[in-house]
């Protein structure tokens, strides 16, 4: 039986059952941290190199960070929301045309994360699209509510062209050439999740997205403006990563944390949940192509370090990725040389 979407409007006095995590699994929502010295960056400055020593030291100590005048205008941002909300609110029969739980597919409505292989559910619905090459995908994007297609497929643009630049001053902040990731990286394919986290009576025992990393190279999510959620972990802490006006949260993903030879983090993140207000985020995910081989540079194992990683083809990862539940060890520890 397909499990029930959230955002179809039952309304739940108390947690259901099967969305309860044992007590040790629990957010502790108490004990999260509100860190004001997450890093922001302005992609506007000039001085390239001290902008290049600042995604250095993100990555490396943060395997996150913000960024603000990065090129996507404020009304883009605010009409993508928009649509994304529009969206789950579209009535029952609508979303049940799009609903699937195979992660195979390539555009489909789900909730929670996987459905058939996870035991505890997750306090969220989700939109998955694939987006690149746009031409092939957009016939078969919703074509509810109007405008859909078009305010998406504007800002998948957008969003891509940021992507490339991000990995252009990583390598460089890694010491390689500009366009070294993107090369190794080969033509990426682009996914996006529009993420609906309805209000939750009991927020406390439950997630919106437990603790992960993400699977691929570069996130790029677009938070609520207006409701906090998304929290990431430093130094064995939860840190809440608060919504700063017009800025993007960039995630170093785990090809990324590979391709570097462990120097740049994959971020553990989660999203929680609240009793009062629904939130929404939009995450875009740049990920290699299926046949691209991930391995470290020679400049970052040529000073005697060993390979921390095996390399392995995209596929392979991702297929392992998907075969397992989300919170389990980081999918790249099965992956490590010793
Ligand atoms: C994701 C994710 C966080 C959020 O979609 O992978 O981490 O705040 N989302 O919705
Ligand atoms: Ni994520």
Redesign the pocket.
């Known amino acids: 039986m397909a499990a029930q979407l959230l955002s179809n409007g039952v309304l739940h006095k108390r947690l259901p059952e099967n969305y309860i995590r044992p007590e040790s699994q629990r957010p502790k929502l108490n004990e999260v941290i509100n860190d004001t010295n997450i890093p922001l960056i302005d992609l506007s400055l000039s001085d390239k190199s001290l902008l290049i020593s600042q995604i250095s030291y993100a990555c490396h100590s943060y395997g996150f960070f913000q960024v603000v005048n990065h090129g996507i205008g404020k009304e883009d941002l605010e009409k993508v929301m928009e649509i994304a909300k529009q969206f789950f609110r579209l009535p029952k029969e609508d979303k049940m045309e799009l609903y699937s739980d195979d992660p195979n597919k390539k555009i489909r409505l789900s909730t929670s994360f996987n459905v058939k292989k996870e035991i505890v559910h997750n306090w969220?619905d989700?939109l998955r699209l694939h987006c690149y090459p746009l031409e092939e995908f957009l016939p078969h994007w919703p074509s509810k509510p109007t405008f859909f297609k078009d305010v998406v497929s504007t800002y998948c643009r957008e969003v891509r062209e940021l992507g490339f630049k991000l990995l252009g001053l990583i390598s460089l902040s890694l010491g390689l050439e500009e366009e070294y990731i993107k090369k190794v990286l080969g033509e990426q394919e682009q996914h996006m999740?529009m993420?609906y986290?309805p209000p939750c009576p009991q927020p406390d025992l439950t997630y919106?997205?437990p603790a992960?990393t993400?699977p691929n190279a570069l996130?790029i999510?677009l938070?609520d403006q207006q409701v906090a959620?998304?929290q990431v972990l430093k130094e064995e802490k939860w840190i809440a990563v608060n919504p700063v006006p017009n800025a993007l949260?960039i995630?170093i993903g785990d090809q990324i944390q590979a391709l570097s030879n462990g120097r740049y983090k994959s971020v553990w993140?989660?999203?929680v949940v609240n009793t009062g207000n629904e939130?929404l985020?939009v995450?875009s995910?740049l990920c290699p192509c299926s046949t691209a081989i991930i391995g470290p540079p020679i400049n970052l194992i040529e000073d005697g370090a060993t390979p921390i990683y095996r390399n392995f083809t995209y596929d392979e990862y991702y297929k392992k990725f998907w075969s397992r539940n989300l919170d389990q060890e980081h999918c790249l520890e099965l992956f490590k040389t010793q």
């Open positions: 969220r989700y999740a993420n986290y919106g997205l992960h993400d996130t999510l938070q959620g998304l949260v995630n993140h989660r999203a939130r985020s995450a995910f």
